[in-house]
């Protein structure tokens, strides 16, 4: 089984910054796409960064020039840098990774648990 193990969330600021992780284990192969959705109270989620395994990325455009996806291909990890937090980044940040469990295997995709982020003075 694979489980998505997020950290990071909680309260800041306007203008403030938070950064999330979102870490990977069990039974891995190979990871492809890893990224970052939200879901704000009564929207719907939306994609918020994304990064494949060649390293390319893309973001949304609200966040574009405020956040920053990486990942750490040796941990099984991505993270979201999130800078000039604005009180409409508030939502459940959830990680989510496309994986293969073993060689040869289907690429299957998984969901953190969601984290919550809060920007509020």
């Known amino acids: 089984q694979v489980q998505l193990v997020e950290s990071g969330g909680g309260l800041v600021q306007p203008g403030g910054s938070l950064r999330l992780s979102c870490a990977a284990s069990g039974s891995i192969f190979s990871i492809y796409g890893m990224g970052w959705y939200r879901q704000a109270p009564g929207k719907q989620r939306e994609l918020v960064a994304r990064?494949?395994?060649?390293?390319?990325?893309s973001y949304a455009d609200a966040v574009k020039g405020r956040f920053t996806i990486s990942r750490d291909n040796a941990k099984n990890t991505v993270y979201l840098e999130m800078n000039s937090l604005k009180p409409e980044d508030t939502a459940v940040y959830y990680c989510?990774?496309?994986?293969?469990?073993?060689?040869?295997?289907?690429?299957?995709?998984?969901w953190g648990q969601g984290t919550q982020v809060n920007v509020s003075l």
């Open positions: 989510n990774v496309d994986l293969q469990e073993r060689s040869g295997g289907p690429v299957s995709s998984y």
């Open positions: 990064i494949i395994s060649g390293g390319r990325r």
